[in-house]
């Protein structure tokens, strides 16, 4: 996948990250506001219907205090006159006063007289017997403290709901003592409360408390409604919301419902807010991408598609001459410019090789004419010195050899240079001036190097692919590492340091694993620490670190290693210090971590500027099988 669809990918999942977080956040945040807003909105409807009905009892209050405060009445509770009756308690005065029943009670408790009125028919009815009783057993109804006591408020009757006001009987000067109670009831009725609810404009209902088959949400509002939270709203679907409060009787006891119904014109305008806020995120975020996008491309996605098509170029043609540009004056400028430097060095140095490879190619084949022009007198001479002839035909084989490895060799000049040089070094082709000499030992050492670089390029890659396989076999820690000081101790000595191994005597004298991988471990971090050390020594050990693992550690008195580097020193192509000379590419660590992990074990680095570096590899312990006995072998015995 190429970088542009990554950028495209990459910023298209991030839009649709971002837009679905800001979605839930606003319906977290601004859709509970507006439902609280809602809420509030429809509670204060309620408590104005609350307020309204409050209101219609007292209005109904202050037309029976005309009656309560009235000598007529204060006299007639005690005489029972009939002209009363036929003169006051009349279809005009229950029309008149909208009233529809009249209960007297005399200061003994006793109905003196009751009646109730049918507007529609325009005749008498009786008093509803539950009233009757209700008086009976609730002396609040009847009986009165001082003058001014009074109770009005809503009665359950099986009727309906009764507007109640009972009021002390008084002189019409409004004193006492007091002679009884008057009583008016006026029914809620479905016409009364359709004209509540037009005089607020809403639309208003009485639901009894008790009722059965209640709606869910009605039953909600029931649980949420208590003494500390008197009101309570919920949504009934997504148009319309309603609103509740409990209405109490003489008892204090519940017996309805006051319900508002509102339309939810908050919850529409918010959602649609939401909806507002969201679209033009929606098009700020695209806006913005492809703006960054098109940035990007011009100013990164470009220069990196055109560098990433000269080095192709420069890999496909082999010209090393090649220029590199980036018109920029960023990191990719810098990049381009010193990938440019490093082509610029290595067409340098093929040049330098192909000059020394025909530098070689001359002398050996003057050396060859040389070689030709003493087996010609060897060959006159082949009676008269047999062993002379002897080391004609020795020459001639090394000529032939030399012949056949220069042949062969063509194919391979890195091995070919060293070969020459390795054998020009030894003086198999006469004596050398210092000044060769030390030419020599540079390009051998630049050969050495450049060869350590490609056989670390080659472990890299199969490691990288997965084609690198590890072969399993008996071997000896201690054969081992007494290899790795045979090769290695000449080199700590040519710089002073010693190199010491310890082996713990609790180790197992043989183990399974990949012995040369394994040597290529130990080799590679001690020839790292001879280079970094100056003075001191280094210290191998190996030791049992648990039942299943054993434990290798390498420490030096070398320079140390800073705290930020040590985290990168295993990545490839990376150095502590860049500016060091001769110290590799930056494979080697990388490859060791690499094999380390390829045989399930870890590396580990403990360092201090100053006062050097320790290495710690701790690898699976697996013991060999154990030799089958001579009676249970099945195979027959093969001897050498």
Known sequence: MTLHKKTLLVTGLTLLALFGLLYLTSQLILSNSFQQLEDQYTIQNVQRAQNALDNEIKAFKSI???????????????????????SNITATAFTDSDVD?????????RIVLDRAFDKSTGEAIP?????KTLI????????????????????????????????PILTSLGEGPINGALIWGRYLNTERIAQLSDALDLNVKLVGYYDLNLPQAVLTAKQNLTSDHPFFAIPENAARI????????????????????LPRTIYAQGQQTISYFLLA???????????????????????????????????????????????????LANLAAGLQSMLDALAVSR?????ANAELEQRVQARTTDLTKAIALLQVEVTERQQAQERALEASRFKSQILANVSHDSRAPLSTIMLYVESMQRGYYGPITDKQAARLEGVMTSATQLLSFINNLLDEAQLNSGSLKLNSAPFSPDHLLRDVGFVLTPQAERKGLTLAFEIDPTLPASIMGDAERLKQVVLNLIDNAIKFTDQGGITVSAMPHTETEFMLTIADTGRGIPAEAQSRIFDAFWQVDGKVKGHGVGLGLSIVKQIITLMGGTIDVTSELGHGTTFTVILPLRLPPPPQSVERASAPTLTA
């Open 101 to 109: 029943l009249m209960v007297f009670v005399d200061k003994y408790n």
């Open 281 to 331: 995120l929606v098009l700020i975020g695209i806006t913005y991408s492809v703006v960054n996008f098109i940035h990007l491309d011009r100013s990164v996605l470009r220069w990196l598609s055109a560098l990433s098509a000269a080095v192709t170029q420069v890999r496909t043609t082999g010209n090393l001459k090649l220029p590199i540009n980036i018109p920029s004056h960023d990191e």
């Open 64 to 86: 029976a205090l005309g009656w309560s405060k009235w000598d007529d009445v204060y006299h007639f509770v005690d005489d029972k006159n009939q002209a009363f009756i036929d």
């Open 242 to 261: 309603a609103g509740y409060t409990v209405i109490h009787d003489l008892d204090g006891k519940p017996i309805a419902l006051l319900r508002v119904e």
């Open 127 to 131: 008093v509803s017997p539950a009233l």
């Open 136 to 167: 009976n057993q609730h002396d609040m109804l009847v009986n009165y403290g001082d003058v001014t006591s009074e109770w009005a408020g809503l009665l359950k009757l099986p009727q309906g709901y009764l507007m109640t006001v009972s009021l």
């Open 351 to 355: 040049n330098q090789l192909q000059a």
